[in-house]
C-alpha cells in the first residue's frame, strides 16, 4: 500500500484515465492509482500477452475498462468524452492523436 499522504491525496476520487492499462507498466500504474484512491478507467485494444499483469492482478474487477482500439478515432474520442476524466494518462499511442476531452484538446506525438 503507498501512502497516499506523499501525494496529498490529488488522486483519491478522481477520475483517471489510463490508456494502454493491460500492458505490464499500464497494470502497475493502474494498481498504483488504485492504491493512491483514484476511481481508474483503463483504454486498451487488448490483453498483450500470456501471462497477463493485467490478468494475474485481477484489474478488470478493480477498474472500469472499455475495449477500444485507439486507431477508431471517433470511438475513442467518444469513450474519452463518455469517462471525462479529470486526470489521465496517455500510456501508450504509437503517432500523432488528438482528440477532445471536455473543454480540453489533447495532443499526443512521440519522441
Keep these: ?10 488522486y483519491r476520487g478522481k477520475k483517471v484515465l489510463v490508456t494502454g492499462n493491460t500492458g505490464f507498466k499500464g497494470s502497475w ?7 493512491l484512491g ?3 478507467y483503463g483504454i ?11 490478468e494475474e492482478l485481477h484489474l478488470a474487477d478493480k477498474i472500469t475498462h ?14 474519452i468524452n463518455q469517462i471525462a476524466p479529470d486526470l489521465y ?4 499511442l504509437n ?6 476531452i471536455g ?5 499526443y506525438h512521440p519522441m
Excluded: G
Excluded at 500500500?1 to 490529488?10: E, G
Excluded at 503517432?95 to 477532445?100: K, W
Design 66 to 79: 472499455y475495449t477500444v482500439d485507439i486507431r477508431n478515432y471517433a470511438l475513442l474520442e467518444a469513450t
Design 1 to 10: 500500500m503507498v501512502d497516499s499522504k506523499l501525494f496529498s491525496d490529488v
Design 38 to 40: 483514484a476511481d481508474v
Design 89 to 92: 494518462f496517455i500510456w501508450r
Design 44 to 54: 486498451s485494444k487488448d490483453i498483450p500477452s500470456k501471462p497477463s499483469m493485467f
Design 95 to 100: 503517432r500523432l492523436y488528438r482528440f477532445h
Design 103 to 107: 473543454s480540453h484538446w489533447i495532443h
Design 29 to 35: 500504474l493502474t494498481t498504483w492509482l488504485i492504491s
